[in-house]
């Protein structure tokens, strides 16, 4: 059952980069395609959640709230 959950949560991570990072049409090959802003927050968000291992949820408002405010 383990291996069922990690895979149907890895499933919903990729889904979530793919359309963060490229939008909705995917993985392209074309790397101007890349959200720069989409990578930046993801970079720093993960940083600080390695460093600092603050409340996640306060880490996905602070990002909601950046990326909305861009």
Not at 18 to 40: K, R, T
Request: aromatic share 8%.
């Amino acid at each position: 059952m383990r291996p069922v959950v990690v895979a149907l949560i890895a499933s919903a991570g990729r889904t979530i980069i793919l359309l963060s990072f490229w939008g909705e049409h995917g993985f392209l090959i074309d790397i101007g395609g890349i959200n720069i802003i989409a990578v930046g927050i993801a970079v720093v968000t993960f940083a600080v959640l390695r460093k600092y291992k603050p409340n996640p949820v306060f880490v996905i408002l602070g990002c909601g709230a950046l990326s909305g405010a861009i």
